[in-house]
T-cell receptor
Framework: NAGVTQTPKFQVLKTGQSMTLQCAQD?????MSWYRQDPGMGLRLIHY???????DQGEVPNGYNVSRSTTEDFPLRLLSAAPSQTSVYFC??????????????FGQGTRLTVV | AQKITQTQPGMFVQEKEAVTLDCTYD???????LFWYKQPSSGEMIFLIY??????QNATEGRYSLNFQKARKSANLVISASQLGDSAMYFC???????????FGRGTSLIVHP
């Protein structure tokens, strides 16, 4: 059972380049999200999705786009990379239970450096 | 205002002793869930424990327990009999109401000394 798979694990970009971080889950979870982790800031929510075709902004959405055409995939696009986007990015998925939700299942993370 | 506050940037504990990591939260929802995650130096996020707002008993998972004080809006993680492998970052998180997307605190770095 693969769980949540993120690719790539490491990436170096030049300022102004664009790229897509891939996230796929094989657990049929409705909810998917992208976070960025910076030292001393914890995990901050970038964008999230509550189902295929539905996305919304989180706390720090600027400079990022998402789409969710299938339940399994939730790619994160950096439109024009900036050094401020140097961070570790995590994708997560979860599902609802009667009376509450589950924990978020995380991918292994992508370490992105923008030079 | 922060939804999740972890006031201890760093904590130190002796091996085999217990340690409490603090977490306070802010929500006006009656239904919510609280989580703790561990992030070792390898970077992966490991789910430890969950407490629902309507759960009357404090959650426990092996050496981990969650000291849930609803009136004080606190959800402290207690690790009993610390081990060297417990050295890691620990994050408290909350999901509110009908949202299944958790909000995270800034984390506490725990170092276990031999």
């Amino acid at each position: 059972n693969a769980g949540v798979t993120q690719t790539p694990k490491f990436q170096v970009l030049k300022t102004g380049q664009s790229m897509t971080l891939q996230c796929a889950q094989d657990m049929n979870h409705e909810y998917m999200s992208w976070y960025r982790q910076d030292p001393g800031m914890g995990l901050r929510l970038i964008h999230y999705s509550v189902g295929a075709g539905i996305t919304d902004q989180g706390e720090v959405p600027n400079g990022y786009n998402v789409s969710r055409s299938t339940t399994e995939d939730f790619p994160l696009r950096l439109l024009s990379a900036a050094p401020s986007q140097t961070s570790v990015y995590f994708c997560a998925s979860s599902y609802s239970l009667e009376g509450g939700g589950t924990e978020a299942f995380f991918g292994q993370g992508t370490r992105l450096t923008v030079v | 205002a922060q939804k999740i506050t972890q006031t201890q940037p760093g904590m130190f504990v002796q091996e085999k002793e217990a340690v409490t990591l603090d977490c306070t939260y802010d929500t006006s929802d009656q239904s919510y869930g609280l989580f703790w995650y561990k992030q070792p130096s390898s970077g992966e996020m490991i789910f430890l424990i969950y407490q629902g707002s309507y759960d009357e008993q404090n959650a426990t998972e092996g050496r981990y327990s969650l000291n849930f004080q609803k009136a004080r809006k606190s959800a402290n993680l207690v690790i009993s009999a610390s081990q060297l492998g417990d050295s890691a970052m620990y994050f408290c998180a909350m999901r509110e109401g009908g949202s299944y997307i958790p909000t995270f605190g800034r984390g506490t770095s725990l170092i276990v000394h031999p």
